[in-house]
């Protein structure tokens, strides 16, 4: 392999990296669980008795 292509290569697998990283970075958050109008049942919260 000669050393031109082999440069080109290894950009290419760090601009790929760059841009993967940089989608994870600004892609919008996935909030799992209740919190996010999904209409499940939360659990009532009762004060504890004195």
């Known amino acids: 392999m ?3 292509l082999q440069t080109l290569l ?3 697998v760090v601009a790929l ?3 993967w990283l940089v989608r994870r ?3 919008k958050k ?3 669980g209740c919190g996010s ?3 499940c049942p ?3 919260f009762t ?3 004195r």
């Open 30 to 32: 996935k909030h799992p």
């Open 37 to 39: 109008g999904c209409a």
């Open 2 to 4: 000669s050393a031109e």
């Open 10 to 12: 290894a950009l290419a």
């Open 47 to 49: 004060p504890p008795s």
């Open 17 to 19: 990296a760059a841009v």
């Open 25 to 27: 970075a600004f892609a």
């Open 42 to 44: 939360a659990p009532k």
